[in-house]
């Protein structure tokens, strides 16, 4: 088979990772677990459906030819939940992909060990329906319960003939070291702004935002809204507010309005980060002061995210960090330098 892969060439801005798959490919030594690791919305799915495509392929030409059926199914989602591949060799997992009536159980904080015994273990008992390659994605999968990581780990280490696992994380941190041991690491690197400006403009959306969203696709789509903008916007104006509030109750109220969703709340955070961070940068040279406290403010803002992903609730991880913003002092931050 040739080397090329056309299912590959929607994944942008990923050379080193895609042309490490395609060798891989090429030489047919092909890792039984690969861990995708890097920021969200950079391509990772679609490098994992790309590579899945690659693996199911039914040309004799070239893997991942993009036009055969086994292809075309690979990238297919059902057209209602579990919103997967229709190929079924193509497993994808994750946090909610699967509804109660699967399960037994909603998911809400993370993949449960039922989602893995059920839909991973219970697949992986077989052999390839198609007989090329079985293929499992797990969605986020530093979001796999100490339990869920437990039953995985000795497929994973030892899975059946042609069976492939394709973890994706962006906290890699987060998985337990025998999951690490047991996949080989791939990075993707967040994209650059004029690659996501670029993108934006492919979708009929405003490029401007491409700097605010720090390399991630996904959400530079969501800012590109200018309804989300808004709200982003509102949420980090409270939050830099919050230093000068005679009181944290005070500090509560103008903060008030935040998601539920726990990806929602992160990503409010993710932009406040880097809104603390884009001053930092502003006041370098000019007021070292105030450049210090937007440091100091940018730490208090990972951490909560820290605490976030660590299954903090939001509303306890917002008074969280509103009291540590108040304690970084009283200086007024909402705006650039003149």
Known sequence: ???????????????????????ALASGRIHHAYRFEGPDGVGKELAALAFAQALVCESTVTR?????????????LNSSPPLVPIHPDVVLVGRGVYPKSILGREETTGISVEQVRRVILGRTSMPPHEGRALVIIIRDAHELGISAANALLKTLEEPPKRTHFILLTSQPNLLIDTIRSRSLPLRFRPLNDALVAQILVEKGLNPTVAPLA???????????TAENLKEYDAFADAALHSLGAKSLAHALDAAEDRPNDRDQFLARLDFLGEKLAGLARAHVGQDIEKAELAASCHAVVIQTMGRVKANMQ????????????????????ASQPS
């Open 64 to 76: 991942g030819c993009g036009e055969c059926s086994a292809c075309r199914r690979a990238v297919t």
């Open 314 to 333: 939001s509303g306890l991880a917002l008074e969280w960090m509103l009291a540590k913003l108040r304690e970084c002092g009283e200086a007024e931050l």
């Open 1 to 23: 088979m040739g080397t090329e892969s056309p299912a590959f060439k929607r994944i942008v801005g990923q050379k080193t990772a895609v042309e490490t798959l395609t060798r």
């Open 214 to 224: 720090h390399g991630s696709v996904s959400l530079a789509c969501d800012l590109a």
